[in-house]
């Protein structure tokens, strides 16, 4: 015990200043790292701007663009601690593995911007900012211009029509036929109370007043019509 305590008190400041933990902490660049974050910041900007704009489903969750631009900085911080120590990287590689993620993702192209935002982190991590600045402008490009073909052709919706008898069916589907750029019958059902028919239609613009033109239809005893998906019937 003696001994120990001789120890402690023979260590000065400036032994502690000389450890192995320390010398490590000191051996990255801050302007390297400055450098690195706000480029990463930058095209995490850039992923969340496209990703609202290109945006095609029913309900936008701005905490997922969030979620892009943190997922750009935090790969890039991950990326310059493994370039910085190999053995470290192994180590981080091995507590990675374990990581398991069961959020369901709703829409195909959310999986696209999630790659988007790992990848230019990787790429900004390791050092590679022209190659992560063109590689992100040419796909914001291509989203921009294909989600924007698919965002002219018009709105996907469900209409549900409740009819009293077989004989305002053909009426109704004539005043659908006229008034959407698509119809497809997905369903229909019929009972002595009368018919249910259940059709996938592609309106060509905003506005819903076919749901009215049907409702002053004779024989329809309502209309109801419900967005169902991000993705138009061509």
Known sequence: MPLFQNMVLSMSFQ???????????AEFSFIDVLIAMASSF????LIMVIYKKTFMGVMYSAGFGISLLAMTLITTLVILTITSNVILSLGMVGALSIVRFRTAVKEPLDIVFMFWAI??????????????????????????????DKKGVGSKYILVLCLEDGNAEPNATEIVKAGVKKCVVKSKTASKAGIELTMEVVLPGESTAIVNDLLSAAGVTSAVLVSCGSEAVL
């Open 42 to 45: 930058g095209l995490g900007l």
């Open 119 to 148: 990848s230019s982190g990787i790429v900004v991590g390791a050092g590679l900012l022209l190659l992560a600045l063109i590689g992100s402008a040419i796909i914001a490009g291509a989203l921009v211009v294909f989600t924007g």
């Open 15 to 25: 032994d502690i200043f000389k450890s192995s933990f320390l010398s490590k902490a």
